[in-house]
């Protein structure tokens, strides 16, 4: 029959634009064709029903930060295992990250990137492209960049994952990345960092400390985090200045969240991110002590902690992105000794929604606003609000439905990882995503991935 929907959600909870209701999403072509009631819900025809009504059902993840190490460094990650992990946990939409080999800083590297996405991908698929050479901008944006990323931080001692080709140390370099990105339209994410002051800290972390992981840890922080926030402060003033559509990543420390707090008030076009391995993992010496290489990453030191959560939940911090970075066992295990040796980053990008839902748990966050953080932000910032980010009509089916109260610790076992460890293993959770549906398709149903390599979509901005 001609009104038949593709497939009907049914759930008691439903989360749709923002406010709960009971009854059911009917999809047809791939998007919210209906939202009705529980009575209407229960006779809708359509040629799959997944009755959800034991759980919840959310608007899939939007990460606007992942690095799938592909191409380049597939002996790491790739966006097959990459996007499969992601369809796992409960993630439909992924920009990846342009520090791969080669560096996506041109408009034919973009394109060949995007290709080899379309490939690759199980779930929706966009890329921030590198922003260090400010004349290839426009040609970028032209050619499909969602936004631009750069990072302060250059690698002393090691080549990844901060390679030439993605860094900028130079002011007049990054004021001119700050013009062209603000002609685009597009936002410039930026790793606040001041590498001169850190290569201070490091030759005196190196000293006091020798090179171990908890060497590296305090390197970063000594001086009460004046390496980020002085970083942060140059970056705001760059963008006051250029009007920039700003995005200030891996936000951690108190001043730095006050600086951003106090621009925001003043209504310019900033957000902030926060990443699950600050929030879940290196806020801990604990667990640092415990993971070593493995969780770093950066050292939130306690009396950071309290300012980053009220940050994440009063909407200081607009996005939390998994900042997914995997590297191999072998190249982790040497930052026991020498962690300026071994690259920074892990996996996240399965579990971190997981950790977010144990928060929520906690009653540290209501969902609503777990959704806000992991979907609706992030898609407005990455400019595919509303057709992403929401349960709506009109919008892409990207719907995930979550079990409460699914008891989990977690385990490298069963995570998709290239990898093979995750830096999550053994932290417990409450709350589970158990179905993840994109543009109506099942990608990923109790423990397993059924979306194939290439399903996935390439989502280049409109530029009319
Ligand atoms: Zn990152």
Not at 33 to 58: F, K, N, Q, S, Y
Request: proline letters at 6%; a negative charge.
């Amino acid at each position: 029959m001609s009104d038949q929907f593709d497939l009907v959600v049914r759930s008691p909870r439903i989360l749709a634009d923002g406010a709960w209701f009971d009854g059911a999403v009917a999809v047809r072509d791939g998007a919210v064709a209906a939202l009705v009631g529980p009575r209407e819900a229960a006779d809708l025809p359509a040629r799959r029903v997944l009755d959800a009504r034991a759980g919840c059902v959310i608007p899939g993840l939007v990460d606007t930060h992942a690095h799938f190490r592909d191409p380049g460094y597939t002996h790491k990650e790739d966006i097959t295992a990459g996007t499969r992990a992601a369809a796992a946990g409960g993630v439909t939409t992924v920009f990846d990250m342009p520090n791969v080999d080669p560096p996506t800083n041109s408009a034919e590297r973009l394109r060949d990137h995007l290709d080899n996405a379309a490939a690759k991908t199980v779930i929706d698929i966009g890329h921030n492209a590198s922003g260090v050479v400010p004349e290839r901008i426009a040609e970028l944006a032209e050619h499909g960049a969602t936004a631009f990323k750069v990072w302060q931080m250059r690698d002393i001692g090691r080549d990844y994952p901060h390679p030439p080709g993605t860094s900028v140390t130079e002011d007049q370099v990054l004021y001119q990345i700050f013009e062209e990105v603000t002609r685009t339209g597009l936002p410039l994410y930026v790793h606040p960092h001041n590498q001169s002051l850190y290569d201070l800290f490091v030759r005196r972390a190196r000293q006091r400390w020798g090179t171990d992981f908890r060497s590296y840890a305090r390197a970063l922080r000594d001086g009460d985090g004046v390496v980020l926030n002085t970083a942060i402060a140059q970056l705001l003033e760059f963008q006051r200045s250029t009007g920039c559509r700003l995005h200030i990543l891996h936000v951690a420390t108190r001043e730095g969240i006050e600086l951003i707090r106090r621009a925001k008030q003043q209504g310019r076009p900033i957000t902030a991110e926060a990443n699950p391995f600050a929030m879940f993992l290196t806020n801990s010496w604990d667990l640092i002590e415990q993971k070593g290489p493995y969780c770093l990453g950066f050292w939130v030191p306690e009396q950071d902690n309290p300012a980053m959560w009220d940050a994440i939940v009063d909407g200081t911090i607009d996005v939390v992105g998994s900042d997914h970075g995997p590297h191999t066992r072998e190249e982790k295990e040497v930052g026991w000794t020498d962690m300026y040796a071994a690259p920074g980053g892990q996996p996240m990008i399965q579990h971190y929604l997981q950790l977010m839902l144990t928060k929520v748990h906690e009653g540290v966050l209501t969902l609503e606003r777990l959704v806000e953080l992991a979907s609706t932000a992030p898609a407005k910032l990455a400019g595919y609000y509303p057709r992403k980010g929401t349960i709506r009509v009109g919008a892409d089916a990207d719907l995930v439905v979550v079990d409460l109260d699914h008891e989990e610790v977690l385990s490298a076992e069963r995570a998709l990882y290239r990898c093979g460890w995750a830096s999550t293993e053994g932290l417990k959770t409450r709350g589970a995503p158990v179905v993840t549906v994109q543009r109506g398709r099942v990608l990923y149903e109790r423990g397993t991935v059924t979306a194939e390599a290439g399903s996935g979509r390439v989502l280049r901005p409109d530029r009319g």
